[in-house]
């Protein structure tokens, strides 16, 4: 099993650009989640799937959007990228099974804006 | 909302110091919690959870943490650290109610010298 796995690892944009990321994962986790990681501020929930077909906001969501069209697949996209949106993107997922829903994380990619 | 807070941005250590490592959280009901370790440059990987039962959750690599309910507390701890357990450290935070969205604390960045 890969795990959860996110493309691109690195990526630099311009002021206005867009672009998507994409995490996968292979475990049949039903939940996923991406998060922004600044530095002293840990991770922040940017939006959050709890199946297919559905997305819902987390705290920072502005900026950002997200679809689940397959289970395996969770996309993040900036429309028109912003200096501030500058960080490192961390995909999760987890379980719904009753006293297991330890969220595994991919290995992150880092933005930066220009 | 939710907030966790851990007490320490960065600790700085000698190999076989011991280490604890403060979180405390505000939510008043039913809690799961979690510590997760990002070694530099790497994904963040579960340390330890606590989810019911003894207060006192052995994880690995040597770690142990402590729920204490009355002060809203899952402080981490080593009693003997070893320059591979440079990194940093993030409380997380689940409420029982809340389906699975983590809050995480800010982290703490341990560093162990030779």
């Known amino acids: 099993n890969a795990g959860v796995t996110q493309t691109p690892k690195f990526r630099v944009l311009k002021t206005g650009q867009s672009m998507t990321l994409l995490c996968a994962q292979d475990m049949n986790h039903e939940y996923m989640y991406w998060y922004r990681q600044d530095p002293g501020m840990g991770l922040r929930l940017i939006h959050y799937s709890v199946g297919e077909g559905t997305t819902a906001k987390g705290e920072v969501p502005d900026g950002y959007n997200v679809s689940r069209l397959k289970k395996q697949n969770f996309l993040l996209g900036l429309e028109s990228a912003a200096p501030s949106q500058t960080s490192v993107y961390f995909c999760a997922s987890n379980t719904i099974l009753v006293g297991n829903n330890e969220q595994f994380f991919g290995p992150g990619t880092r933005l930066t804006v220009l | 909302a939710q907030s966790v807070s851990q007490h320490n941005h960065h600790v700085i250590l000698s190999e076989a110091a011991s280490l604890e490592l403060g979180c405390n959280y505000s939510?008043?009901?039913?809690?799961?919690l979690f510590w997760y370790v990002q070694y530099p440059g790497q994904h963040l990987q579960l340390l330890l959870k606590y989810f019911s039962g003894d207060p006192l959750v052995k994880g690995i690599k040597g770690f142990e943490a402590e729920f204490i309910k009355s002060k809203f507390s899952f402080n981490l701890r080593k009693p003997s650290v070893q320059w591979s357990d440079t990194a940093e450290y993030f409380c997380a935070v689940k409420q029982y109610s809340n389906d699975y969205k983590l809050s995480f604390g800010a982290g703490t960045t341990v560093t162990v010298r030779a």
């Open positions: 939510y008043g009901g039913t809690v799961n």
